[in-house]
C-alpha cells in the first residue's frame, strides 16, 4: 500500500512564494512508486488541497480533505513552509496532537532554532563558536554608540525570530544603525544585532534516521552582493555556489563533524542546513535551518546531486523513518 502523504506549504510569513517552490519541488521528487501526494497550502487559516484546478478545504479536526464524497487522511505531513507556522513549531505541535508523523524537528527544537538570539545562547553553552551579539525588543531604548562600542562596524541587523532573508542590513556606519533596527522590526518583534566577521561562508545540510546518518558535502557561498540575502539565496544570477567546496579534507570534515554536533545538540530531524562563516581557521555558526529550501536552486538538492544520490531516496529516507 502506497503512503498518502501531505506536502504542506504557504504560511504566513515573507517567503510564501519560496515556500510553493520547495513544497512543488519536493512534490514532484517523492517517489512515485511509495507515496500518493497532495498538495496542501497554508494561508492564514485558509488551509486547501489543491488538485488540478480545484481546492478542496481541509477539515482541521482530523487534518484529512473530502473529495467526490470519500475522506482523505495522510499517513505523513512534509512540511515545506519556511517561517510561520512551519519552521517554529506551531505546526508541529498541532500534528503531534493529531499523531500524524511529519518531516522536520519537534516542537522544541523547532522553535528553539527558528528563535536566534535563544538558539546562539543555546548553543553556546555547549561551547560551539558563535558570534557576539545583542537582542532589542520592540519599544526597547537603544544607543547606536553603545552597539558599536559592543561589536564594532561594520555589523548585521536582523529580524530575531524569522524564517526569511528579509529586513537584514550589513551596517556600515554607526549613523545609519537606527534605521537598519528599525526595517527589522518591520518583520517581528524582536532585532538581533550581530558582529561582522570577515570570513568565508560555507554550508552543509545532513539528514540523520535511526537506520544511518548522511552528511552532505559541503557548499562554498560567494555572494556577488555584499552578503547572503534574500536576493542572493534565491536568483541564480546573484551568488556563486561551489559543491564540494575548494577547501582541505581536513576542514570539510570539521564542518561534517560540526554540523552533526550541531544536530544532535538540537535533537533535530529530518533535513537540516547549517551554515558558517570561516575567519582564519576560525569556524562561526550562523544558524541552523530546520526547514531549508528545497527549489531547484537551493543548498540542498544540489549537494544531494553531488553525492550522486536522488532525492527522491533521502526524502524517503525522511518519511520511513516515522514508521
Not at 1 to 17: L, N
Not at 260 to 273: E, F, H, M, P, T
Request: glycine residues 6%; contains cysteine.
Amino acid at each position: 500500500m502506497k503512503r498518502t502523504i501531505a506536502v504542506i506549504a504557504g504560511g504566513d510569513s515573507a517567503e510564501f512564494e519560496i515556500s510553493l517552490q520547495t513544497a512543488n519541488h519536493i512534490f514532484a521528487s517523492l517517489d512515485p512508486k511509495k507515496y500518493i501526494p497532495y498538495l496542501i497550502t497554508f494561508k492564514g487559516m485558509d488551509w486547501n488541497v489543491k488538485i488540478e484546478d480545484q481546492n478542496y478545504p481541509v477539515d482541521k479536526n482530523d487534518f484529512s480533505f473530502t473529495r467526490n464524497g470519500e475522506k482523505v487522511k495522510f499517513d505523513f505531513a512534509y512540511i515545506g513552509i519556511h517561517g510561520t507556522p512551519g519552521e517554529n513549531g506551531i505546526l508541529q505541535g498541532y500534528l503531534q496532537l493529531l499523531n500524524i508523523p511529519h518531516s522536520t524537528c519537534g516542537v522544541l527544537s523547532s522553535s528553539l532554532s527558528f528563535n536566534k538570539h535563544a538558539c546562539n545562547s543555546f548553543l553556546k553553552s555547549y561551547n560551539f563558536n558563535i558570534a557576539k551579539s545583542v537582542l532589542l525588543k520592540k519599544g526597547q531604548k537603544f544607543s547606536s554608540p553603545e552597539i558599536e562600542s559592543s561589536l564594532g562596524m561594520p555589523c548585521f541587523v536582523k529580524p530575531n525570530a524569522d524564517g526569511s532573508s528579509f529586513g537584514i542590513s550589513k551596517v556600515k556606519r554607526v549613523e545609519d544603525l537606527e534605521e537598519a533596527i528599525y526595517k527589522a522590526f518591520n518583520e517581528g518583534n524582536e532585532v538581533i544585532i550581530e558582529e561582522f566577521i570577515d570570513g568565508l561562508e560555507f554550508t552543509c545540510g545532513l539528514v540523520k534516521t535511526k537506520k544511518e546518518s548522511i552528511i552532505f558535502p559541503v557548499t562554498e557561498v560567494l555572494p556577488k552582493k555584499e552578503f547572503f540575502d534574500y536576493e542572493a539565496k534565491y536568483d541564480p544570477n546573484m551568488a556563486e555556489e561551489i559543491t564540494p567546496a575548494r577547501i582541505s579534507d581536513e576542514l570539510t570534515l570539521r564542518i561534517q563533524n560540526l554540523s552533526s554536533d550541531v544536530y544532535d545538540a538540537l535533537k533535530c530531524k529530518g533535513i537540516v542546513r547549517v551554515d558558517y562563516m570561516i575567519r582564519q581557521d576560525e569556524i562561526f555558526i550562523l544558524e541552523a535551518n530546520t526547514i531549508p529550501g528545497m527549489t531547484a536552486n537551493s543548498f540542498i538538492p544540489k549537494q544531494v546531486a553531488a553525492m550522486n544520490k536522488e532525492l527522491k531516496d533521502i526524502l524517503s529516507l525522511v518519511i520511513e523513518n516515522e514508521f
